[in-house]
């Protein structure tokens, strides 16, 4: 039976994926890994390159996912790249799929997943999990995500700012993925949903990586240069 899996490469630290992972990486015939544009470098692919056995020689496929949200070029990217995976798994080759971080969550392979499984049933497909970039800042800040009752909101790329109040009024602690354009945006509206300038503020961007910022302070502290505009990176906002 044709295999496929994909591998949560974590938020960028090679000695952060998990014993499967490495050995999934390292038996692989051929290594699928995203970029946003043709010609640039894949970050999961240099997430496990160190790992990659050169001996065996795999076989390394960039599939290009443009940054876009016009939903037709999506599908048709979806469409074009998990038909191109599962060509090379139905060679009865080892195909491992990268994607930074973990699999499920905010991540293009659940589309891929989807594609697969309803145009190529007959191959068999394997998820090993990753650590997601939220547990590894709270590690390095000395955070507690949510202890207690507490509630947790995961907001990704704010693209629809009029949720966040509403989210902010309920939840004691705010998570904000990935595209710090938008993070100077929503610190008044967490201050109108009642986060007081006691509350624990904490910053990041390219985790684990030579250009890691990581910053924790309250946030009465905070300024404009404070803030971050880098894609790559995580914001978390909790009461006191």
């Given at each position: 039976m ?13 000695e ?5 992972a ?10 699928m ?9 894949s ?10 056995d ?12 443009p ?9 048709n ?30 991540s293009?392979w659940?589309?891929l ?14 998820v ?6 939220m ?16 509630k ?62 990581v ?26």
């Amino acid at each position: 039976m044709p295999e496929l899996t994909c591998v949560g490469c974590g938020p960028g630290d090679p000695e952060l994926l998990t014993v499967k992972a490495v050995n999934a990486i390292k038996n692989a015939d051929v290594i699928m890994c995203p970029t946003s544009k043709e010609g640039k470098p894949s970050i999961a692919l240099s997430v496990v390159s160190s790992l990659i056995d050169q001996d065996k020689k795999p076989e390394i496929v960039h599939l290009v996912f443009p940054m876009t949200k016009d939903s037709d070029i999506l599908k048709n990217t979806w469409e074009k790249n998990s038909q191109i995976i599962a060509e090379s798994s139905l060679s009865n080759k080892k195909v491992v799929y990268l994607t930074v971080g973990d699999p499920y969550l905010y991540s293009t392979w659940i589309y891929l997943h989807r594609e697969i499984s309803i145009k190529h049933p007959e191959i068999k497909i394997k998820v090993i999990p990753g650590i997601v970039s939220m547990f590894t800042f709270a590690a390095k800040v000395g955070i507690s995500l949510a202890e207690g009752a507490e509630k947790m909101a995961v907001i990704p790329s704010c693209y629809d700012l009029s949720q966040v109040k509403e989210i902010a009024k309920n939840c004691d602690t705010l998570i904000f993925l990935k595209d710090g354009r938008y993070f100077d945006q929503v610190i008044s509206l967490i201050r109108e949903a009642g986060f007081s300038d006691d509350s624990i503020f904490a910053i990041g961007q390219d985790l684990d990586t030579d250009h890691e910022i990581v910053r924790k302070l309250t946030l009465g502290e905070v300024t404009q240069d404070t803030l971050t505009s880098k894609y790559f990176s995580i914001m978390v906002v909790k009461r006191v």
